[in-house]
């Protein structure tokens, strides 16, 4: 059992996922303090938090104050930290921020977020695997929509968890969008939904295969799938959506099962290709 004045934080970058974490921890009895980057967090969170707390985005020293104020001792991070908020106009920078960035060998999303968990728990919080909330959550094995993938579908499906794997070892991105084993698109900044549309400007029928990186750590960038997905896939006239069963999030399942069966799209999880 939790202690009923156990607070749980939710440290919330853009997107639905952080409403969906915060539901799912108070179903579990946790209280909840989501913080999060001011205009960047997704509407309707304050119906599951007890308590938001917000910072001006690159203030890291803002954003380790509130965590200490709140005395957040176990935390979530869940939602999107968009590297390309790093590079908008206007971008204000603490020193604090700017010492750890320049202390990185490299601005990889892996090395970025690896600093911050680092210097969370250098000062005492401890953060959990998304999936010790919402493991029931992972994608199942085979398919999970009414149409299966064919046989040739199949393997444009190997063949993308290949160069999927690639790409996310380099820490480059985690999917990649192929049609007859060639490579349409490729994530890298400007995410899942951006490549699948890159892909429906060169062909339709895509196959979208979306992995976990090797050696990911599961404290931050989990794949997740939901409907914004699909309704990219929608868009580019995609054929498949295939993910990593058990290490890839699916949210919003009914919908976007839903979706996907309206516009005869397959949904797969598949295990090493």
Do not use: H
């Amino acid at each position: 059992m939790i202690p009923a004045d156990q607070t749980l934080g939710i440290l919330a970058g853009a997107g639905k996922l952080p409403i969906y974490m915060a539901a799912a921890a108070r179903q579990k009895g946790w209280r909840v303090t989501v913080i999060g980057p001011e205009d960047r967090l997704e509407p309707g969170i304050e119906k599951y938090a007890d308590k938001i707390r917000t910072y001006r985005f690159a203030r890291l020293k803002e954003f380790l104050d509130l965590v200490s104020e709140e005395k957040i001792s176990t935390a979530v991070m869940a939602g999107k930290m968009d590297k390309r908020w790093l590079y908008e106009p206007g971008v204000q920078f603490d020193e604090l921020c700017l010492n750890s960035l320049k202390s990185l060998p490299d601005q990889k999303d892996d090395t970025l977020m690896s600093r911050l968990v680092e210097i969370l728990e250098e000062r005492g919080v401890r953060v959990l695997e998304l999936v010790e909330l919402i493991g029931g959550w992972l994608a199942p094995k085979g398919a999970f929509s009414a149409k299966a993938p064919d046989e040739n579908q199949r393997r444009d499906i190997a063949f993308g968890f290949k160069v999927a794997k690639e790409i996310g070892r380099l820490d480059i991105g985690q999917t990649v969008a192929v049609l007859d084993r060639a490579v349409l698109a490729v994530e890298a900044i400007d995410g899942t939904d951006m490549t699948i549309l890159r892909a429906g400007q060169i062909s339709p029928r895509a196959v979208v295969v979306k992995v976990l990186k090797p050696g990911q750590s599961l404290k931050f960038d989990v794949p997740v799938v939901g409907m914004s997905t699909v309704q990219s896939m929608v868009q580019a006239k995609a054929a498949v959506l295939a993910v990593e069963a058990g290490k890839c999030l699916v949210v919003e399942k009914e919908e976007m099962v839903a979706l996907a069966e309206r516009n005869s799209i397959s949904l797969f999880g598949f295990e090493n290709g």
